[in-house]
T-cell receptor
C-alpha cells in the first residue's frame, strides 16, 4: 500500500527564513503528489500539486522520483504561512481520487 | 471557488446514540465525496468513498454498519455514526470533487465528535 511520510511534526522558523517540509512516499509506480494546507480555524485546502509545476503563495515542490520525495519549500517564510501542512498521494487512473495523507507538519513562523 | 459545507462542526453525544454528519457541495455537483477521520496527532485516514446513487466503498477496517454513508443526491452525502462509543470520538472531514476537475478536491471544515 502507498504510504506518505512527513518526518517533522513541528517546524518553527523565523519570518524571512527559508522553510522546507519534507515528504517521502513509498510507491513503486508514478503517483500524483499534493500538498494541502489548513490555516487556523479554516478548512483543509489544496496548496499545490506536482503535475501543475506551479508556485502558490511562494511555495514550490518538486517531485523527485529517484528519492521518492516531494518536499515543500519556500525561500522566505511569512507569518501568514503558519498552518498545518499535509502531503498527500493518489494513484493515477484510480478513478475516484482516494488520497493517502501524511501525518502533517505544524509550521509556526516567528515574527 | 467551490465550497463544501459540513455540519455540524462540533457535536457531543451520549454513548449508544447515533450522530449524523452532513456534507454538502454548495455550488457544484459532486458525484463522489470522501469521508476521512483524524485522530489527535495522526494523519487523515480515508474511511469511505461515497458515490451518488450507489453504495459507498469502505476502506479496509472500517465497519459499514457502524458508519453509514448515504449519498442520495449530487450535493449531499451524510455519515451516520451509529451506536456511538467513546472510541468513535474523532475529527471527521468530508471532501468532494467537481466532476470536471479530476484532481482537485474541496474539503469541508470538519466535525469534531465527542462521545461521552
Amino acid at each position: 500500500a502507498q504510504r506518505v511520510t512527513q518526518p517533522e511534526k513541528l517546524l518553527s522558523v523565523f519570518k524571512g527564513a527559508p522553510v522546507e517540509l519534507k515528504c517521502n512516499y513509498s510507491y513503486s509506480g508514478s503517483p500524483e503528489l499534493f500538498w494541502y494546507v489548513q490555516y487556523s480555524r479554516q478548512r483543509l485546502q489544496l496548496l499545490l500539486r506536482h503535475i501543475s509545476r506551479e508556485s502558490i503563495k511562494g511555495f514550490t515542490a518538486d517531485l523527485n522520483k529517484g528519492e521518492t520525495s516531494f518536499h515543500l519549500k519556500k525561500p522566505f517564510a511569512q507569518e501568514e504561512d503558519s498552518a498545518m501542512y499535509y502531503c498527500a498521494l493518489t494513484l493515477p487512473f484510480y478513478g475516484n481520487n482516494r488520497l493517502a495523507f501524511g501525518k502533517g507538519n505544524q509550521v509556526v513562523v516567528i515574527p | 471557488g467551490a465550497v463544501v459545507s459540513q455540519h455540524p462542526s462540533w457535536v457531543i453525544c451520549k454513548s449508544g446514540t447515533s450522530v449524523k454528519i452532513e456534507c454538502r457541495s454548495l455550488d457544484f455537483q459532486a458525484t463522489t465525496m470522501f469521508w476521512y477521520r483524524q485522530f489527535p496527532k495522526q494523519s487523515l485516514m480515508l474511511m469511505a468513498t461515497s458515490n451518488e446513487g450507489s453504495k459507498a466503498t469502505y476502506e479496509q477496517g472500517v465497519e459499514k454498519d457502524k458508519f453509514l454513508i448515504n449519498h442520495a443526491s449530487l450535493t449531499l452525502s451524510t455519515l451516520t455514526v451509529t451506536s456511538a462509543h467513546p472510541e468513535d470520538s474523532s475529527f471527521y472531514i468530508c471532501s468532494a470533487r467537481p466532476g470536471q476537475f479530476r484532481e482537485k478536491l474541496f474539503f469541508g471544515s470538519g466535525t469534531q465528535l465527542s462521545v461521552l
